[in-house]
Protein backbone atom coordinates (compact mmCIF):
# COMPACT_ATOMS: atom_id res chain seq x y z
CA UNK A 1 0.00 0.00 0.00
CA UNK A 2 1.42 3.32 -0.51
CA UNK A 3 1.60 5.82 2.57
CA UNK A 4 -0.62 8.71 2.39
CA UNK A 5 0.09 12.01 3.50
CA UNK A 6 -2.89 14.33 4.37
CA UNK A 7 -2.48 18.48 4.75
CA UNK A 8 -5.24 18.87 7.81
CA UNK A 9 -6.83 21.48 9.85
CA UNK A 10 -8.75 23.16 7.03
CA UNK A 11 -10.56 22.95 9.09
CA UNK A 12 -10.49 19.89 12.24
CA UNK A 13 -14.53 19.08 11.22
CA UNK A 14 -13.30 18.08 7.93
CA UNK A 15 -9.81 16.05 9.02
CA UNK A 16 -11.82 13.97 10.84
CA UNK A 17 -13.98 12.02 8.51
CA UNK A 18 -10.91 12.66 5.95
CA UNK A 19 -9.15 10.18 7.98
CA UNK A 20 -12.10 7.78 9.98
CA UNK A 21 -13.62 7.22 5.72
CA UNK A 22 -9.86 6.41 4.75
CA UNK A 23 -8.42 3.88 6.92
CA UNK A 24 -12.35 1.93 7.00
CA UNK A 25 -12.17 2.97 3.44
CA UNK A 26 -9.19 0.76 2.94
CA UNK A 27 -10.35 -1.77 5.37
CA UNK A 28 -13.45 -2.50 3.97
CA UNK A 29 -11.80 -2.68 0.12
CA UNK A 30 -9.63 -4.93 0.98
CA UNK A 31 -12.10 -7.14 2.97
CA UNK A 32 -10.18 -8.00 6.11
CA UNK A 33 -8.36 -6.18 9.16
CA UNK A 34 -5.67 -3.98 7.88
CA UNK A 35 -5.47 0.03 8.43
CA UNK A 36 -3.43 2.02 6.17
CA UNK A 37 -0.21 4.41 7.16
CA UNK A 38 -1.08 7.82 6.59
CA UNK A 39 0.67 11.14 8.48
CA UNK A 40 -1.40 13.83 8.82
CA UNK A 41 0.04 18.17 9.16
CA UNK A 42 -2.78 20.24 10.42
CA UNK A 43 -2.27 23.52 9.24
CA UNK A 44 -4.68 26.95 10.48
CA UNK A 45 -7.59 27.57 8.38
CA UNK A 46 -8.33 30.97 9.61
CA UNK A 47 -4.61 31.30 8.48
CA UNK A 48 -5.67 30.05 4.89
CA UNK A 49 -8.48 32.13 4.47
CA UNK A 50 -6.91 35.09 5.51
CA UNK A 51 -3.72 34.87 3.60
CA UNK A 52 -6.67 33.90 0.81
CA UNK A 53 -8.65 37.34 1.49
CA UNK A 54 -5.27 38.89 1.05
CA UNK A 55 -4.68 37.27 -2.20
CA UNK A 56 -1.18 36.69 -0.84
CA UNK A 57 -0.80 34.07 -2.59
CA UNK A 58 3.26 33.28 -2.82
CA UNK A 59 2.72 33.31 1.06
CA UNK A 60 -0.03 30.56 1.00
CA UNK A 61 1.74 28.22 -1.54
CA UNK A 62 4.71 28.63 0.41
CA UNK A 63 3.12 27.77 4.24
CA UNK A 64 0.96 24.83 2.86
CA UNK A 65 4.14 23.32 0.69
CA UNK A 66 5.84 23.59 3.97
CA UNK A 67 3.22 21.14 5.25
CA UNK A 68 3.77 18.95 2.12
CA UNK A 69 7.16 18.71 2.52
CA UNK A 70 6.93 17.50 6.01
CA UNK A 71 5.02 14.99 4.67
CA UNK A 72 7.69 13.66 2.01
CA UNK A 73 9.79 13.29 4.80
CA UNK A 74 7.39 11.24 7.08
CA UNK A 75 7.54 8.68 4.16
CA UNK A 76 4.37 9.66 1.92
CA UNK A 77 4.04 8.61 -1.07
CA UNK A 78 1.54 10.99 -2.25
CA UNK A 79 0.04 14.01 -0.75
CA UNK A 80 -3.71 15.28 -0.59
CA UNK A 81 -5.60 18.87 0.96
CA UNK A 82 -8.75 18.47 3.31
CA UNK A 83 -10.28 21.05 1.88
CA UNK A 84 -11.48 22.91 -1.38
CA UNK A 85 -10.56 26.64 -0.93
CA UNK A 86 -6.38 26.34 -0.82
CA UNK A 87 -7.17 24.77 -4.34
CA UNK A 88 -6.54 27.72 -5.64
CA UNK A 89 -3.41 27.68 -5.44
CA UNK A 90 -3.11 24.08 -6.08
CA UNK A 91 -1.10 24.38 -9.68
CA UNK A 92 1.54 25.80 -7.64
CA UNK A 93 1.80 23.59 -5.63
CA UNK A 94 1.65 20.76 -7.80
CA UNK A 95 4.99 21.77 -10.15
CA UNK A 96 6.79 21.89 -6.65
CA UNK A 97 5.64 19.58 -4.08
CA UNK A 98 8.29 16.21 -4.29
CA UNK A 99 5.68 14.06 -4.30
CA UNK A 100 2.30 13.56 -6.39
CA UNK A 101 -1.00 15.27 -5.49
CA UNK A 102 -4.85 14.22 -5.42
CA UNK A 103 -6.94 17.21 -6.83
CA UNK A 104 -10.63 17.32 -4.88
CA UNK A 105 -11.63 19.59 -7.46
CA UNK A 106 -10.58 17.55 -10.32
CA UNK A 107 -12.09 14.28 -9.61
CA UNK A 108 -15.22 15.81 -8.50
CA UNK A 109 -15.66 17.11 -11.98
CA UNK A 110 -14.79 13.90 -13.32
CA UNK A 111 -17.74 12.68 -11.07
CA UNK A 112 -19.91 15.14 -12.56
CA UNK A 113 -19.44 14.17 -15.77
CA UNK A 114 -19.64 10.83 -15.15
CA UNK A 115 -22.90 10.93 -14.09
CA UNK A 116 -23.81 12.98 -16.77
CA UNK A 117 -24.51 16.41 -15.56
CA UNK A 118 -24.53 19.46 -17.58
CA UNK A 119 -25.32 22.75 -15.41
CA UNK A 120 -24.39 22.57 -11.66
CA UNK A 121 -24.57 24.94 -8.80
CA UNK A 122 -21.86 25.30 -6.74
CA UNK A 123 -21.73 26.29 -2.72
CA UNK A 124 -18.15 27.26 -0.93
CA UNK A 125 -16.21 29.74 0.58
CA UNK A 126 -16.51 33.45 -1.06
CA UNK A 127 -13.21 32.50 -2.69
CA UNK A 128 -13.93 29.29 -4.02
CA UNK A 129 -17.66 30.56 -5.12
CA UNK A 130 -16.02 33.94 -6.85
CA UNK A 131 -12.77 32.22 -8.25
CA UNK A 132 -12.10 30.57 -11.36
CA UNK A 133 -9.94 27.93 -10.29
CA UNK A 134 -13.03 25.45 -9.55
CA UNK A 135 -14.57 26.15 -12.37
CA UNK A 136 -12.33 25.54 -14.61
CA UNK A 137 -11.75 22.05 -14.50
CA UNK A 138 -15.65 21.56 -14.88
CA UNK A 139 -15.82 23.52 -18.12
CA UNK A 140 -13.07 21.61 -19.32
CA UNK A 141 -15.66 18.25 -18.42
CA UNK A 142 -18.22 19.84 -20.33
CA UNK A 143 -20.13 21.05 -17.30
CA UNK A 144 -21.71 24.74 -16.31
CA UNK A 145 -20.95 26.08 -12.94
CA UNK A 146 -23.24 28.56 -11.10
CA UNK A 147 -23.13 30.79 -8.16
CA UNK A 148 -25.44 32.23 -5.77
CA UNK A 149 -26.33 36.01 -6.16
CA UNK A 150 -23.42 38.05 -3.70
CA UNK A 151 -25.94 38.21 -1.29
CA UNK A 152 -26.31 34.64 -0.77
CA UNK A 153 -22.39 34.07 -1.62
CA UNK A 154 -21.89 35.98 1.30
CA UNK A 155 -24.17 34.69 3.48
CA UNK A 156 -22.82 31.16 2.56
CA UNK A 157 -19.32 32.15 3.51
CA UNK A 158 -20.66 33.99 6.89
CA UNK A 159 -22.34 30.67 7.85
CA UNK A 160 -19.27 28.59 6.84
CA UNK A 161 -16.54 30.23 8.76
CA UNK A 162 -18.74 31.64 11.85
CA UNK A 163 -20.26 28.05 12.07
CA UNK A 164 -19.57 25.19 9.94
CA UNK A 165 -15.92 25.52 10.34
CA UNK A 166 -16.65 24.98 14.25
CA UNK A 167 -18.42 22.43 14.19
CA UNK A 168 -21.42 24.02 14.84
CA UNK A 169 -24.61 23.08 12.75
CA UNK A 170 -28.21 25.03 12.88
CA UNK A 171 -31.67 24.25 11.63
CA UNK A 172 -31.90 27.76 10.39
CA UNK A 173 -28.47 27.79 8.47
CA UNK A 174 -30.05 24.73 6.60
CA UNK A 175 -33.50 26.46 6.29
CA UNK A 176 -31.60 29.46 4.57
CA UNK A 177 -29.06 27.12 2.51
CA UNK A 178 -32.36 24.70 1.22
CA UNK A 179 -34.02 28.53 0.18
CA UNK A 180 -31.14 29.47 -1.71
CA UNK A 181 -31.09 25.96 -3.83
CA UNK A 182 -34.50 25.82 -4.26
CA UNK A 183 -34.20 29.64 -5.89
CA UNK A 184 -31.09 28.62 -8.06
CA UNK A 185 -33.11 25.32 -9.41
CA UNK A 186 -36.07 27.75 -10.13
CA UNK A 187 -33.95 30.47 -11.78
CA UNK A 188 -30.75 29.12 -13.07
CA UNK A 189 -31.97 25.53 -13.74
CA UNK A 190 -29.32 23.29 -12.18
CA UNK A 191 -29.44 19.61 -12.40
CA UNK A 192 -27.19 19.44 -8.55
CA UNK A 193 -25.21 20.99 -5.88
CA UNK A 194 -21.83 20.84 -5.10
CA UNK A 195 -20.82 20.48 -1.69
CA UNK A 196 -17.41 22.59 -2.57
CA UNK A 197 -16.43 23.48 0.95
CA UNK A 198 -15.46 20.11 3.20
CA UNK A 199 -17.29 21.36 6.02
CA UNK A 200 -20.35 21.37 4.34
CA UNK A 201 -22.28 17.43 4.43
CA UNK A 202 -22.19 19.03 8.18
CA UNK A 203 -25.59 20.26 6.86
CA UNK A 204 -26.22 19.25 3.51
CA UNK A 205 -26.64 16.03 1.79
CA UNK A 206 -29.13 13.82 -0.72
CA UNK A 207 -31.87 13.36 1.93
CA UNK A 208 -32.55 17.35 2.59
CA UNK A 209 -31.23 19.24 -0.45
CA UNK A 210 -33.45 20.59 -3.26
CA UNK A 211 -31.02 18.80 -5.72
CA UNK A 212 -29.03 16.33 -5.63
CA UNK A 213 -25.45 17.08 -4.19
CA UNK A 214 -22.11 16.39 -5.35
CA UNK A 215 -19.71 15.63 -1.98
CA UNK A 216 -16.59 16.87 -2.94
CA UNK A 217 -15.02 15.68 0.21
CA UNK A 218 -16.67 12.04 -0.73
CA UNK A 219 -15.25 11.86 -3.85
CA UNK A 220 -11.78 13.03 -2.68
CA UNK A 221 -11.91 9.82 0.16
CA UNK A 222 -12.62 7.46 -2.42
CA UNK A 223 -10.10 8.56 -5.13
CA UNK A 224 -7.17 8.88 -1.77
CA UNK A 225 -8.30 5.20 -1.37
CA UNK A 226 -8.00 3.73 -4.43
CA UNK A 227 -4.66 5.63 -4.59
CA UNK A 228 -3.42 4.22 -1.34
CA UNK A 229 -4.48 0.58 -2.67
CA UNK A 230 -3.21 0.99 -6.37
Known amino acids: ?36 ELSIESVNVFY ?16 LLNAINNLAKSGADFAALSANTPHIIFDRLQERSPIPLISIVETAAI ?18 MTGDFFKDSFLKNGIQIVVPSDSDMQLINDKISTELELGIVKKE ?28 P ?27 LE
Open 111 to 128: EAKRRGLKKIGLFGTVFT
Open 1 to 36: MKKLGLVGGMGPESTIPYYHDIVYGVQKKLGRSCFP
Open 202 to 228: LLLNDDVSPVPCLDTMKIHIDSIVNQI
Open 173 to 200: TLSLFQDIISKMKAEQDIEAIVLGCTEL
Open 48 to 63: VLKLCDEKKYDVLTEY
